[in-house]
C-alpha cells in the first residue's frame, strides 16, 4: 500500500510540474522546471522498478536540459544583436 501512495504523488507532482512548465512565462524558468519532471519521472520509474528506464530519463533528460538551455541562451543572443541593428 506505501508504494501505491508513493506512485499517487509521484503523479500527482509530475501533472503539477507539467501544469508549471505549460503556464510558464519564461523560457528559462520553463526548462529548470522540466529538469525537475524528469527527475520525477526517473524516481517513479525507479519506484515501479525499471531501474534501466529510470537510467535512461536521467541521461535524456539532463541532455535534453542542457541543449535547451544553449538555444536559449543562442536564441536571446540573436535577439540582442538584432536590437543593436
Known sequence: ????????????AMI????AI???KKLLA???IYCGFSLIAM?????V??????FTEAVIGTISTV????AIKSIKGKRADDERK
Open 1 to 12: 500500500m506505501p508504494i501505491l501512495l508513493l506512485e499517487g504523488l509521484l503523479l500527482i
Open 16 to 19: 503539477a510540474i507539467a501544469a
Open 22 to 24: 505549460i503556464l510558464g
Open 30 to 32: 520553463a526548462t529548470v
Open 43 to 47: 524516481l517513479l520509474y525507479t519506484v
Open 49 to 54: 522498478g525499471a531501474a534501466d528506464v529510470a
Open 67 to 70: 541543449y535547451f538551455i544553449i
